[in-house]
C-alpha cells in the first residue's frame, strides 16, 4: 500500500484534473457548441487553484493501490476502501460501469476528504480514460466513465515564415507535450508530429485561408502566424493530438493581414451550434460552393449537350463534371446543405443529393460507398465527408460524376458563377462584434504578447436586425 497524507502533489493532480474536466464540458469535440467563452476566466484560474491547494491541504488525503499480480479487491484495500463501501464499488466498478478485466499496473486512487471517502479513480491501463465514483456522506451519488478524448484544451501559437509555411508549423507549432517525453525519439513519434502538422496546414490552408491566400505565390520570409488551436490531450498517456483551428490571423511581412474569426451558428431546423468563420466586417471567409467535390480531381468528362455514353454507346445530354480520382478517395459536399437523397439510383450507383439555399442542388453519382452517420434530412457542412470515390452503376472507371441544379434547371459548376457565402447579419452580427474583444484578449493573454488588429473595427448594430 502506498499512503500519502497531505500529497500536495496528489491534491495538485486532482484539482487540476477536476478544473480541466470542467473546462472541457463546455467543449464539443463533433464540431458542435462553443469551447472557447471559457477564456472569460482565464485570469482566474491560477488563483483559483492556488486557494483550493491551500485550503484541501489540510483536508484532503488520497491513497493508491496498484494492481499487481492480484485483483481489484486487493487494490481497494490498498488504496484504504473497506466495509460497505469496498462493496458497493466492486459492485459499480464491475456491473455498472463493466470494468470486468483488470491488468497488472491498474491504478485505483481514493480521495478522502476529512477521513471520509469522497471519490474514487480507477486507471485502467489499456483505455484512454477512467472510471469515476463520487461518494455523498456514506453512499455513492455518482458513477461514470469520463473517456479522456472528452478532454479539451486550447493552446495559442505564434509562427514566423523563415522558408515554408510547413516548415513555421513545424517549428512553433508543435505541443511540447506531443509524445510523453517531449522529444521525437522514435519512428512513432516522428509520425505523430508529422501527422498533427499535416493535419493543421490543410486545416490552415486548404479550408480556412484557400479563398484570401495564394499559398504559391503570396508567401513571403518575414510573414507571421497567430492560430488558436483546439487540441485533444490524453494527460495518462502523456500525449497531444490536432482536433481544429478555432481562430487564426496571417500578417505579410509587405503589410496586410488575413483573419479567420470564429462563430458559432445554428443550422435552420437544428438545435446544435456549429464552427464557423468570418472576416472582421461579418462576411464569410468561404464562397458558398468548392470547385470540385474531390481533392485533385482530373475532369475525365466534362459537362456537355451531346457526350457518346461510354457504356450505352449512344449520344445523349451529359449534365454533370466527371472528376477521376483512385477508388476511395474522400467526396466533399461542396456547400452547406440538406442532404436529400442518399440511396442506390440506377445508372447513378450509390448516389447523393444535397438542397442548398438559394435554389441550388447538387448531386454526386458512381459512390463506392457513404460516409459513416447520416442519413437522409442530415444537414452536412462544406467540405465535409459525404461518401468515397467508386464506380458503381454504369461506369467505366473510379470517377465521381457531379451534377449542379439551380431552380431545377441543370448548370454547368465551371461555368457558374458561384455566390459568396451568407455573411452575419442583424443580431448574430452584434454578437459576432460584440464576442470579438473578448475572444482577442483571451487569445493574447495565451499567446503572451498582443495580436495583429487591424485599423478597421466594425461597430455592432443599434438595429434588430429588419432591413433599413
Same mark, same amino acid.
Request: proline content about 6%; charged content about 20%; aromatic content about 10%.
Given at each position: 500500500?502506498?499512503?500519502?497524507?497531505?500529497?500536495?502533489? %496528489?491534491?495538485?493532480?486532482?484539482?487540476?484534473?477536476?478544473?480541466?474536466?470542467?473546462?472541457? $464540458?463546455?467543449?464539443?469535440?463533433?464540431?458542435?457548441?462553443?469551447?472557447?467563452?471559457?477564456?472569460?476566466?482565464?485570469?482566474?484560474?491560477?488563483?483559483?487553484?492556488?486557494?483550493?491547494?491551500?485550503?484541501?491541504?489540510?483536508?484532503?488525503?488520497?491513497? &493508491?493501490?496498484?494492481?499487481?499480480?492480484?485483483?481489484? *479487491?486487493?487494490?481497494?484495500?490498498?488504496?484504504?476502501?473497506?466495509?460497505?463501501?469496498?462493496?458497493?464499488? #466492486?459492485?459499480?466498478?464491475?456491473?455498472?460501469?463493466?470494468?470486468?478485466?483488470?491488468?497488472? *499496473?491498474? @491504478?485505483?486512487?481514493?480521495?478522502?476528504?476529512?477521513?471520509?471517502?469522497?471519490?474514487?479513480?480507477?486507471?485502467?491501463?489499456?483505455?484512454?480514460?477512467?472510471?469515476?465514483? #463520487?461518494?455523498?456522506?456514506?453512499?455513492?451519488?455518482?458513477?461514470?466513465?469520463?473517456?479522456?478524448?472528452?478532454?479539451?484544451?486550447?493552446?495559442?501559437?505564434? #509562427?514566423?515564415? @523563415?522558408?515554408?509555411?510547413?516548415?513555421?508549423?513545424?517549428?512553433? %507549432?508543435?505541443?511540447?507535450?506531443?509524445?510523453?517525453?517531449?522529444?521525437?525519439?522514435?519512428?512513432?513519434?516522428?509520425?505523430?508530429?508529422?501527422?498533427?502538422?499535416?493535419?493543421?496546414?490543410? +486545416?490552415?490552408?486548404?479550408?480556412?485561408?484557400?479563398?484570401? $491566400?495564394?499559398?504559391?505565390?503570396?508567401?513571403?520570409?518575414?510573414?507571421?502566424?497567430?492560430?488558436?488551436?483546439?487540441?485533444?490531450?490524453?494527460?495518462?498517456?502523456?500525449?497531444?493530438? =490536432?482536433?481544429?483551428?478555432?481562430?487564426?490571423?496571417?500578417?505579410?511581412?509587405?503589410?496586410?493581414?488575413? +483573419?479567420?474569426?470564429?462563430?458559432?451558428?445554428?443550422? +435552420?431546423?437544428?438545435?446544435?451550434? /456549429?464552427?464557423?468563420?468570418?472576416?472582421?466586417?461579418?462576411?464569410?471567409?468561404?464562397?458558398?460552393?468548392?470547385?470540385? !467535390? &474531390?481533392? /485533385?480531381?482530373?475532369?475525365?468528362? !466534362?459537362?456537355?449537350?451531346?457526350?457518346?455514353?461510354?457504356?450505352?454507346?449512344?449520344?445523349?445530354?451529359?449534365?454533370?463534371?466527371?472528376?477521376?480520382?483512385?477508388?476511395?478517395?474522400?467526396?466533399?459536399?461542396?456547400?452547406?446543405?440538406?442532404?436529400?437523397?442518399?440511396?442506390?439510383?440506377?445508372?447513378?450507383?450509390?448516389?447523393?443529393?444535397?438542397?442548398?439555399?438559394?435554389?441550388?442542388?447538387?448531386?454526386?453519382?458512381?459512390?463506392?460507398?457513404?460516409?459513416?452517420?447520416?442519413?437522409?434530412?442530415?444537414?452536412?457542412?462544406?467540405?465535409?465527408?459525404?461518401?468515397?470515390? *467508386?464506380?458503381?452503376?454504369?461506369?467505366?472507371?473510379?470517377?465521381?460524376?457531379?451534377?449542379?441544379?439551380?431552380?431545377?434547371?441543370?448548370?454547368?459548376?465551371?461555368?457558374?458563377?458561384?455566390? !459568396?457565402?451568407?455573411?452575419?447579419?442583424?443580431?448574430?452580427?452584434?454578437?459576432?462584434?460584440?464576442?470579438?474583444?473578448?475572444?482577442?484578449?483571451?487569445? %493574447?493573454?495565451?499567446?503572451?504578447?498582443?495580436?495583429?488588429?487591424?485599423? =478597421?473595427?466594425?461597430?455592432?448594430?443599434?438595429?434588430?436586425?429588419?432591413?433599413?
Amino acid at each position: 500500500m502506498l499512503r500519502s497524507r497531505r500529497n500536495f502533489a %496528489a491534491v495538485g493532480i486532482i484539482v487540476v484534473a477536476g478544473l480541466v474536466t470542467g473546462l472541457s $464540458i463546455q467543449g464539443n469535440s463533433g464540431g458542435g457548441g462553443a469551447s472557447w467563452p471559457y477564456h472569460d476566466d482565464l485570469a482566474r484560474i491560477g488563483n483559483t487553484r492556488e486557494h483550493a491547494l491551500h485550503v484541501m491541504a489540510d483536508t484532503i488525503d488520497t491513497c &493508491v493501490g496498484v494492481i499487481g499480480e492480484g485483483f481489484l *479487491g486487493g487494490a481497494l484495500r490498498d488504496a484504504g476502501v473497506t466495509g460497505n463501501a469496498f462493496a458497493r464499488a #466492486c459492485e459499480l466498478l464491475v456491473d455498472s460501469l463493466g470494468w470486468n478485466v483488470q491488468q497488472a *499496473g491498474d @491504478t485505483i486512487i481514493a480521495v478522502y476528504h476529512r477521513g471520509r471517502l469522497a471519490e474514487l479513480r480507477a486507471y485502467p491501463r489499456n483505455r484512454r480514460g477512467f472510471f469515476r465514483v #463520487c461518494w455523498t456522506g456514506d453512499s455513492p451519488s455518482l458513477w461514470e466513465y469520463s473517456p479522456q478524448e472528452s478532454w479539451i484544451r486550447t493552446r495559442a501559437v505564434t #509562427c514566423r515564415v @523563415t522558408s515554408t509555411v510547413w516548415g513555421a508549423l513545424w517549428d512553433s %507549432a508543435l505541443p511540447p507535450d506531443l509524445t510523453p517525453t517531449g522529444m521525437l525519439l522514435s519512428p512513432r513519434d516522428s509520425s505523430r508530429a508529422v501527422g498533427y502538422i499535416s493535419e493543421l496546414q490543410h +486545416e490552415l490552408t486548404d479550408r480556412l485561408f484557400c479563398y484570401d $491566400i495564394d499559398f504559391y505565390y503570396d508567401v513571403r520570409v518575414g510573414d507571421s502566424l497567430w492560430i488558436l488551436i483546439e487540441e485533444t490531450r490524453y494527460p495518462e498517456d502523456g500525449e497531444s493530438g =490536432f482536433l481544429r483551428i478555432l481562430g487564426a490571423k496571417y500578417s505579410f511581412a509587405g503589410g496586410g493581414l488575413a +483573419e479567420a474569426l470564429p462563430f458559432y451558428l445554428y443550422p +435552420e431546423g437544428s438545435t446544435e451550434a /456549429y464552427l464557423d468563420h468570418f472576416h472582421r466586417d461579418g462576411a464569410s471567409l468561404r464562397t458558398m460552393f468548392l470547385r470540385m !467535390p &474531390v481533392p /485533385y480531381g482530373r475532369v475525365s468528362s !466534362p459537362f456537355s449537350s451531346a457526350r457518346l455514353h461510354p457504356v450505352l454507346g449512344y449520344t445523349r445530354a451529359h449534365r454533370g463534371t466527371d472528376y477521376a480520382a483512385p477508388l476511395g478517395t474522400e467526396i466533399y459536399a461542396v456547400g452547406d446543405g440538406v442532404i436529400t437523397v442518399r440511396q442506390w439510383q440506377g445508372g447513378y450507383g450509390n448516389f447523393v443529393r444535397i438542397r442548398h439555399a438559394n435554389g441550388y442542388e447538387t448531386a454526386y453519382g458512381h459512390l463506392n460507398g457513404f460516409a459513416q452517420g447520416q442519413a437522409v434530412g442530415t444537414h452536412v457542412r462544406q467540405g465535409e465527408i459525404i461518401g468515397y470515390v *467508386g464506380s458503381t452503376g454504369l461506369s467505366t472507371g473510379p470517377h465521381v460524376h457531379f451534377e449542379m441544379v439551380k431552380n431545377g434547371t441543370h448548370v454547368n459548376p465551371a461555368d457558374e458563377i458561384v455566390p !459568396p457565402s451568407d455573411p452575419l447579419e442583424g443580431e448574430e452580427l452584434q454578437a459576432f462584434v460584440r464576442q470579438l474583444p473578448v475572444l482577442e484578449s483571451s487569445w %493574447a493573454i495565451l499567446s503572451g504578447a498582443p495580436l495583429p488588429v487591424p485599423s =478597421f473595427e466594425p461597430e455592432a448594430s443599434p438595429s434588430t436586425g429588419e432591413d433599413t
